[in-house]
């Protein structure tokens, strides 16, 4: 096989996978967890948008775009459901729901301009925790 044919196969094998229905809805799911602008609950307006008494963030910056989490579509768990569907049907295993999170997966099938989500998403909702520079998954009510 030529140089030219590899690349053509392995760039078919991984859009076959990244076209999986469940990928693709976690990656609009991602697009889709934040709205534009600083977060407006009630909390936030009569702060100011001081956050500096907040255990999660409500205002995100993701390259100079400022916008808020929406927290109706966004619990851990709503988080967790989305991130296992996809998880299983692009590595065809089982995600673990406890231990350290495996980012660098979750990564390969993510739209490169959504990875600065990742992080803050997970950690505002609660469904990881950062212990000794690892992000540890925490339990999720049901
Ligand atoms: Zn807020």
Not at 114 to 142: C, M, N, T, Y
Request: hydrophobic share 40%; charged share 20%; proline share 2%.
């Amino acid at each position: 096989m030529s140089l030219q044919e590899n690349l053509t196969s392995d760039l078919f094998e991984v859009d076959k996978r990244l076209s999986l229905k469940p990928v693709v809805e976690f990656n609009s799911y991602l697009a889709n967890a934040f709205g534009e602008g600083a977060c407006s609950c009630s909390r936030c307006q009569q702060g100011a948008g001081d956050e500096s008494g907040y255990a999660y963030a409500h205002t995100f910056n993701f390259n100079g775009l400022t916008v808020n989490r929406r927290f109706a579509t966004t619990a851990g768990s709503d988080v967790l459901m989305a991130l296992k569907k996809a998880w299983l049907s692009y590595t065809k295993a089982e995600l673990g729901t406890a231990g350290v999170l495996d980012l660098a997966t979750i990564k390969s099938f993510v739209e490169t301009q959504l990875h600065v989500r990742l992080v803050p998403l997970f950690l505002a909702s609660g469904l990881v925790k950062e212990i000794d520079g690892e992000w540890v998954l925490q339990p999720q009510a049901a």
